[in-house]
């Protein structure tokens, strides 16, 4: 496998992987009952933004592992998904 499609997969993993870590841990500006001027309540009260990127990092990282070796090690690729569209030939 190239670098170029390890990095393709690994994004992909991270991004998706980025908007399920987003919610873990959030309070917002109601829970602690400090809403700023202008922002909406449920805006988050803090900014984790380093936290959020290093738990991403290695969801993403163990799930990626998991993806490398079923697919070089154990033959598993997007081959072996079943398809759910008729094919039309």
Do not use: C, E
């Not at 980025?18 to 900014?47: E, I, N, W, Y």
């Amino acid at each position: 496998m190239s670098f170029l499609s390890i990095f393709a997969v690994y994004f992909i993993i991270w991004w998706l992987t980025l908007f399920a870590v987003l919610p873990l841990g959030m309070r917002s500006q109601a829970d602690d009952g400090d809403v700023t001027l202008g922002t909406v309540a449920s805006a988050p009260a803090k900014f984790r933004g380093l936290r959020v990127v290093l738990l991403t990092t290695a969801i993403s990282a163990v799930i990626y592992g998991m993806w490398f070796v079923a697919s070089n090690y154990l033959g598993f690729g997007l081959g072996s998904l079943p398809r759910f569209v008729p094919d039309f030939q």
